[in-house]
């Protein structure tokens, strides 16, 4: 058998179970199976496969069907040009991030704090494309710390990482605040897609309530953190511009603005 062969039945699994680009997952999982890289398949496809490499195709299919995300399947996600692992413990590095992150490099800092950091993704990128500058992640979820703490090695990239409930355990203050938090409403959990729904942390997902529990704490307690004039800027849900801008011009902050993401929806909030 030809590793070509192995990819029709595995597309119609794949679509049978509504995962929504079956014939691209099967191709990524078949690249996974194989151990070579994505863009290496074509030269593969008419290369015997042998039983072993059947066995695991076969178990990522079983796995994808169940919807387990294709990142946690494979363990990595490309997220700003890099490879960052990823598991159960920590949400999976999505486009729409990486707008945080070109807003935050617009301008220099010297000290970053990511607040909820979960794979380090956001963190990392920043030091990686900012070597000069140091860095603190934090989280409350020890299990997500190890995730970060693994990225970083594997990237190579030095940063400090201490587990914190938001700002309960950090003294030192920044020149950029950056933040991912948890902001699904918990009536609107049962809408996600089961990827999101039944295979991330539902800790880094929703904090209850309206949604935005977390802002109100980062907003209430971002000044004491940052320098004078320094940034914060957090990810929000399309809905939620207007009403995570008051949180920060409520609390006196400056210059908030709400910055769409690459598809022109509200995805991040910017204040000084």
């Known amino acids: 058998m030809r590793a070509a062969d192995l ?3 595995a597309a119609r699994r794949l679509a049978d179970a509504g995962v929504a680009d079956p014939a ?4 990524r999982l078949l690249t996974f199976a194989l151990g070579v890289a994505p863009d290496r398949l074509m030269l593969h496809l008419h290369d015997p496969v042998e039983d072993a490499v059947i066995t695991k195709f076969n178990a990522a299919i079983d796995e994808r069907s169940r919807r387990r995300p294709l990142s946690q399947i494979v363990g990595e996600r490309l997220f700003w040009g890099r490879s960052f692992h990823v598991n159960r413990d920590v949400l999976d590095p999505r486009p729409e991030t990486e707008t945080l992150v070109e807003l935050a490099l617009a301008e220099p800092f010297g000290a970053v704090l990511d607040l909820g950091t979960g794979s380090g993704a956001i963190l990392l990128t920043l030091l990686a494309e900012r070597p000069e500058a140091r860095g603190l992640g934090v989280d409350v979820s020890p299990a997500a710390l190890a ?3 693994d990225n970083a090695s594997r990237l190579g990239v030095l940063a400090d990482f201490i587990v914190s409930d938001w700002f309960s355990d950090v003294s030192d203050q920044f020149d950029l605040i950056v933040s991912n938090p948890p902001y699904i409403a918990a009536a609107e959990m049962a809408l996600l897609d089961p990827e999101v729904r039944d295979w991330e942390p539902h800790l880094a997902l929703t904090p ?4 935005l529990d977390a802002y109100r704490r980062i907003a209430r307690g971002a000044s004491a953190h940052l320098k004078p004039g320094a940034r914060v800027m957090v990810e929000i849900g399309p809905t939620q511009g207007k009403d995570v801008a008051k949180l920060f011009r409520d609390e006196g902050f400056q210059s908030v603005n709400i910055a769409p993401d690459m598809d022109g929806r509200d995805r991040v909030v910017t204040a000084r």
């Open 7 to 9: 990819l029709p039945a």
């Open 147 to 149: 995730v970060a703490l």
């Open 208 to 211: 209850g309530g309206d949604g």
């Open 24 to 27: 691209r997952d099967a191709r």
